[in-house]
């Protein structure tokens, strides 16, 4: 064990009292080939923390869902699906649920489950809100990129519109609802560390990408004036 | 409790939100300042010996106050053990502004928030859930009724 092990502060999350996002027994097959064992997972956030059973208060162990793919398996096991990351010697996950339904929710919560994931979404929404209120027409036009910039690990979408620079305010009393979120200063980004383990990251930028620039032009032309 | 360490540490070389050596205190009692390299990523603030490039530690951002410590510098507490703070010390008092903010920003729960609430803002002026297009509109996670008051 690397000397990170004994300073990863996270377990208090297993237990907090944050709603979790979902919970529920699957099976996790221990290794290559190693059995199966049924334990309660919980996922908040972009962590699946797993314990022995429903009522225990420690986690056995914890799976950090950044830079995964989620996919279906074949395996021995009805209703399973993997965790799998990308890198040489990088952990796949073999899971199984008990029910069909359960695998379909499993699959989609774990594949929506991180941060990077909630980043784009929020981002994306903070353009089109940005561009309603200045008057509801379109945002102006992006050069058309192959793939979203890797810059800080996610699509710079904010650094071309100047709509991005609009801030957000809400006046305050006005309108009831959460607080607006502080505006984000401009993307810095560090010196590499390292050759960049990135490959699972582009896969998931350029997937990301290409939905949400699917789904903006879907918005946009819904948004034309008639 | 075990966890994917080979991924936590994929993520401590990816691109950072911010980075800088800070002096960085830890929670004991009768623990010095040392210089680290401090990065935040996600929601995680990995820190390394200044010349090394594994770290050394990570902190999960969630549920965690970020407080003010003079003179420029700032601590890290979890809710759940508001005594164990982690310190850190800036260079000057803009830097030290600048990580409290990133910091702050940097939790699962906060993008949540921001999320929910840029939901309702496009959804009070169009008259639209733009969650529908991404297909996520009806997850629990998203919903105006799980913020707390």
Partial sequence: ?226 | MRYNEKELQALSRQPAEMAAELGMRGPKKGSVVKRRLVKLVVNFLFYFRTDEAEPIGALLLEHCRVTQEEPSGFSISFLEDPERKYHFECCSEEQCQEWMAALRRASYEFMRRSLIFYRNEIQKMTGKDPLEQFGISEEARFQLSSLKA
């Fill in chain 1, 1 to 226: 064990m690397s000397a990170v092990a004994a300073r990863v502060v996270l377990a208090f999350y297993a237990t907090c009292d944050t709603p979790a996002d979902n919970t529920g027994f699957l099976y996790k097959k221990g290794g290559r080939h190693a059995a199966y064992h049924r334990r309660w997972f919980v996922l908040r956030g972009n962590m699946l923390f797993y314990f022995e059973d429903a009522a225990s208060r420690e986690p056995v162990g914890v799976i950090i869902l950044e830079g995964c793919t989620v996919e279906l398996v074949e395996a021995a096991e009805e209703f399973a699906f993997a965790v799998r990351f990308a890198g040489s010697r990088a952990r796949t996950y073999v899971l199984a649920a008990e029910s069909q339904a359960a695998m379909e929710g499993w699959v989609k919560a774990l594949s929506r489950a991180s941060f990077d994931y909630l980043r784009l979404v929020v981002r994306e929404l903070e353009q089109q809100l940005a561009a309603v209120r200045a008057g509801g027409g379109p945002p102006p036009a992006r050069r058309p990129r192959a793939l979203p910039s890797k810059e800080n690990g996610c699509a710079v979408w904010s650094a071309e519109t100047p709509a991005a620079s609009v801030p957000v305010r809400a006046n305050p009393g006005s309108r009831p609802g959460p607080e607006p979120p502080p505006l984000p200063p401009r993307r810095r980004a560090s010196a590499p560390n390292g050759p960049l383990d990135s490959a699972s990251f582009a896969q998931l930028h350029e997937w990301y990408g290409q939905e949400i620039r699917a789904l903006r032009s879907q918005w946009l032309s819904s948004q034309a004036q008639p």
